[in-house]
Every structure is written in C-alpha cells, then in structure tokens.
C-alpha cells in the first residue's frame, strides 16, 4: 500500500514543486495518509486546500483504500 501511495505522490509532486513546494509521505494507517509538506507550502495560508482539494482528491481517486489525507508537522 505504501509503494502505491509513493507512486501517486510522485504524480502530484512536481505541480507542487512549480510553486517552490513538495510533499513527503509520512505514514498510512487505517485508510489514512499523513503526509509533510516542505519547502513555501509549509505554512502556506492555502496548505489545507492543498491537501484537501488537490494531495486527498487524487489519492482516493487512484486508491479507494484511501479514506483521508492529513498534514503532519
């Protein structure tokens, strides 16, 4: 499940990386990804958009496992 979850943020990362950002996946458990973000998107007033709108949709779209994603600090 981890591998599959590293793919699909492999996907995201370089749309993140245009904007000075990234991702880092932290753990999975129990349908639930927590993941870091790095570089401007750390702190970013729009990091929740981020992970909801942009990191969470794409990774319940390619892993119906995945119920949520969360930031971690």
Do not use: N
Request: net charge negative; hydrophobic share 40%.
């Amino acid at each position: 499940m981890e591998e599959k979850i590293k793919q699909v943020i492999d996907m995201i990362r370089p749309s993140l990386q245009a904007d000075g950002g990234d991702v880092e996946f932290v753990a999975y458990e129990e349908g639930i990804v927590k993941v870091r973000l790095l570089g401007m998107c750390a702190g970013c007033p729009m990091s929740q958009m981020t992970i909801k709108g942009g990191v969470e949709r794409i990774l319940k779209q390619e892993i119906p496992e995945v119920k949520a994603v969360e930031s971690v600090i």
